[in-house]
């Protein structure tokens, strides 16, 4: 039996009805459900049919949330290591280093600390460019399960910067031990931020060609 578009649509009418808002996760179920009601012998009303699978439904759609969790925490890393295999950034790693070294020639550690602390600011605005043009492109229309976590790629970063408030005698005692966790984070930072660039334009494609599809 061939499903109609009428059908496909009381599908997806269904699933939103029962708790599955977001319309990736609408669309994987609703092409898994399709080929499995039009592959059976026997077939029941198709409501019947959608109530014996709601259950499993729900537990793919809270898969679906922690996997694109995990991908795009996947990626951050993913991108920060990259970081470690261009040239160009030894190359950046020794100007940086000769910079630190020229400031400490001129300014205390105190005006060097302040100075290093307000860098981490140059990719979180970066961030927040990014993340005010996808609200305004969507019409801050949460609809896609992986538009909800893009916010959540920035949150080891700002974990990281919030901890230099945490830690600032230690840091302030402990110069070396300062440059490499303020580099780190800098680097962190830097790589959530292009890794969130990326990932909004996966998510607009997908978005637009959903919003065609199901709405």
Not at 125 to 136: G, L, N
Request: aromatic content about 18%; overall charge positive; charged content about 25%.
């Amino acid at each position: 039996m061939k499903l109609v578009k009428e059908d496909i649509k009381n599908i997806d009418t269904y699933l939103r009805h029962n708790g599955i808002k977001y319309m990736d996760v609408r669309y994987e179920l609703i092409d898994h459900l399709a080929t499995e009601y039009e592959g059976m012998d026997n077939y029941p009303d198709l409501r019947s049919f959608l109530n014996k699978r709601l259950g499993w439904c729900k537990k793919v759609a809270e898969k679906k949330a922690t996997s694109i969790h995990w991908i795009y925490q996947r990626g951050l890393w993913k991108r920060l290591l990259r970081f470690f295999t261009k040239p160009v950034f030894h190359l950046l790693v020794f100007i940086t280093l000769l910079g630190l070294l020229e400031l400490t020639t001129k300014l205390d550690f105190k005006h060097i600390y302040k100075y290093l602390i307000i860098t981490l600011s140059i990719p979180y605005i970066v961030y927040i460019y990014y993340m005010i043009k996808f609200e305004y492109f969507t019409n801050k229309d949460k609809q896609l399960v992986s538009m909800v976590y893009l916010n959540n790629i920035y949150s080891l970063p700002i974990v990281f910067i919030s901890l230099f408030g945490v830690l600032k005698d230690f840091l302030t005692d402990n110069w070396y031990i300062f440059l490499v966790y303020w580099f780190f984070t800098l680097l962190l930072s830097i790589a959530a931020a292009l890794e969130i660039g990326s990932r909004q334009k996966q998510v607009l494609k997908e978005y637009k060609f959903l919003k065609t599809y199901l709405v």
